[in-house]
């Protein structure tokens, strides 16, 4: 898939956000789990979504618009990060308040490492999107760090613990691994929304 990608804004607080304008896909996950390399990978632009060595530096809202229809909305990580954990607990209201009030919101990326499986957020988080009825997409991140039979049961143990519907995409930024049928997924979420 040819992809245009561009950064569009940063926001700290809800007032900050832009004008909902086109759908929008939420990417959230832990804070070393690879987001930003993630969307540098799934567009081909590297440095459009910041990386760091340090987990845990986005800190704000970033909202990526691609091929101008919709955007990719890179939210704070959560958990390991060496920030405090009065920093951490002050993204909650930001990041709550997206998922919840977002009209264009079309869907949440939830990514989990491949390595470390779900873990008591992802465990919390899956049954609240879907109480508020946001539809969510599963990436396993970083496949490539695993052998591919481990990685398809690391595939259906996150299924089974996450009580997905569907297989989470095993994806990796360093060889593009899954990128296809993920792209396939996110998009039918954009179209849903239109």
Known sequence: MKVHARFVTSASKPSEFPAPNLPEIAVVGRSNVGKSSLINALTGQDGLARTSRTPGRTRLVN????NGKFHLVDLPGYGYAEVSR???ESWRPLIESYLADRKTLAGVLLLIDVRRGSQDEELDFVPWLEAKEIPIVVALTKSDKLAKNKRMLEV???????????????????????????WRALAALVDKKK
Not at 172 to 180: C, K, L, Y
């Open 156 to 182: 259906a143990k996150a299924k089974k613990a996450l009580g997905l519907k569907r297989d989470p995409f095993a994806v990796s930024a360093q060889d593009g691994e899954g990128f296809d049928p993920l």
């Open 86 to 88: 009065e920093m951490r």
């Open 63 to 66: 909202w990526f618009e691609v």
